[in-house]
């Protein structure tokens, strides 16, 4: 079988992560980057990654590659490629540039590239593709150094952290991707009990939920993928009148049918009232595609962290897990507000540590937070620290065992 070779984008701090779901989906990684992992597959592999993958942002193939002297250069090695092999010309693009180069200004280079691929498209068709710099059918992504040029073709579209359930969200949710590396980091498989104790608009028990239930993590897109508006997608497996979309929630549905019910409770947890009709429709969201209601083992406790051990949901939930040797997860992102004094994060952190030492033995517990000083006061010996950047976000993902 041919293989060829894409790359993979990820937040920066997730790329093992990302590895580990690219060779399980059958691909087999050549090296990783800052933000990326290289890998070689079978075309037809790719609607699967992109349905199936969690901890990925997006998926490039490479249209060109190489070394390159000068911008004249590069414009000449693009004139020579017929462009409608890659757009389509009722379909809108944009073109992004990723580093710099001394051979010419960023923007200069972008509307260079544009230009020729604008041309290729009148030439053969007699139609100008248009661009959307928002929400564009097809992106290309032009990645240079001084001496270096790829151009790449993503084929994700809307980039596949905005899976499409959490369509309702409060303070600070965080990012989807990110949830679903820290679920890879603890090693959630599914089977055991997860809690988050601060989940506010839900996300990361609603990751584990999806990881529990062996959901496909992109069915809920309205939009499809970038890779359904090839006009070569039948390369890659897809055929007239099928999408990713389509064949992936069929596939899904399958999926669960056939997969053997694991055992498992995940239970979200939060302060603040407010978070229950919006877990509740994220949920819905979630289970629409399937026609399912929200399943028994999943729950929405309104509890402060310093008593929910006391809660009875919890404590039933734990003793569960105890006598089936089951795992207990905890997991979580606290607040982290700018606006809170440094002593205040310290005493905060501080009654995290406390409270989990107390309270949660016998448990696996990650904490992300964007607080140095805070992680500082939990007082614990993390087992692992793992350094993830959230865009200009510095986090830092803490791993305790509670003995
Ligand atoms: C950064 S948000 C979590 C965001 C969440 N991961 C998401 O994706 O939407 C922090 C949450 O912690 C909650 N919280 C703060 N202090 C708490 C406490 N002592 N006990 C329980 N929840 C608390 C807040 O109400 C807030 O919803």
Known sequence: VKQVEYTITTIPGLESEASKEISNLNGKVLNEGSGFVRFTIHPFEIPNILSQSRVILRVLEPIIEGEYTSLKELIHRCSLIDWSRFLQPKNTFKIDLVGRTALAANQYMVLAVKDVLVDSLKRKYGIRPSIDTRNPDQLFILFVNNTHCTIYRDAAGVPLNQRGYRTKSLEAPINEVIAAGLLSFLGWNG???????????????????????????????????????WPDRKNYGLKQGT????????????????SNPKPWRIIGADKN???????????????????????????????????????????????????????????????????????????????????????????????????????????????????????????????????
């Open 273 to 403: 009232p407010d978070v229950k009709p919006i877990v509740a429709h994220n949920i819905t969201q979630l289970l629409t595609p399937y026609d399912i209601k929200q399943p028994d083992d999943f729950s929405l406790e309104i509890e402060h962290f310093e008593y929910l051990h006391a809660n009875p949901v919890v404590k039933e939930a734990r003793l569960w897990a105890q006598k089936n040797d089951l795992p207990t997860m905890v997991c979580f992102n606290p607040p982290y507000d700018q606006r809170m004094a440094v002593e205040d994060i310290r005493e905060f952190y501080k009654f995290i540590g406390d409270t989990l030492k107390q309270q949660w033995k016998h448990s696996l517990v990650g904490i992300i937070s964007g607080s140095v000083e805070g992680i500082k006061h939990i007082g614990l010996r993390a087992q692992r620290k793992i350094h993830i950047k959230n865009g200009p976000i510095d986090t830092r993902f803490h791993i305790f065992s509670i003995h």
């Open 243 to 258: 999408t990713t979309g389509k064949l992936n929630q069929t596939l899904s549905q399958q999926s669960i049918l056939l």
């Open 191 to 229: 089977t055991g009990l997860f809690i988050d104790p601060m989940c506010g608009s839900g996300t990361i028990p609603l990751e584990a939920l999806s990881k529990s239930m062996n959901l496909y993590s992109q069915i809920h897109r309205t939009k499809g993928f970038a890779l359904d508006r």
